[in-house]
Nanobody
Framework: QVQLLESGGGLVQAGGSLSLSCAAS????????MAWFRQAPEKEREFVAA????????YYTNSVKDRFTISRDNAKKMVYLQMNNLKPEDTAVYHC??????????????????WGQGTQVTVSS
């Protein structure tokens, strides 16, 4: 089992930036796809961004394309989410996630083996 720990959330004004980090520990990391999901109050958890095992392929939900960038450092067992030009609708708890199956990129909740506890991102208008 892998453990995931997010950091870097906070309060920012619209148009600002935040950088989230996710530290992984436990089982093998480098051959698993990773992702960020978010959950706003009274809403379902939704996909935000994902990255394949070696960082060569990235995927984003339409609402964050050209604003967010996902990256990873396999040597450090870290995943990052750089968020620019933040909007109030980006307000949510952001969760780091690892795929159930090696080499698969997790883009749905059912694809995820483990979640981090989440970090709050609040964007004021």
């Amino acid at each position: 089992q892998v453990q995931l720990l997010e950091s870097g959330g906070g309060l920012v004004q619209a148009g600002g930036s935040l950088s989230l980090s996710c530290a992984a520990s436990g089982r093998a990391f480098s051959n698993y796809g990773m992702a960020w999901f978010r959950q706003a109050p009274e809403k379902e958890r939704e996909f935000v961004a994902a990255i394949n095992w070696n960082g060569g392929d990235t995927y984003y939900t339409n609402s964050v394309k050209d604003r967010f960038t996902i990256s990873r450092d396999n040597a450090k067992k870290m995943v990052y989410l750089q968020m620019n030009n933040l909007k109030p609708e980006d307000t949510a708890v952001y969760h780091c996630a690892i795929s159930r199956i090696p080499w698969i990129v997790p883009m749905m909740v059912a694809d995820v083996a483990s979640w981090g506890q989440g970090t709050q991102v609040t964007v004021s208008s």
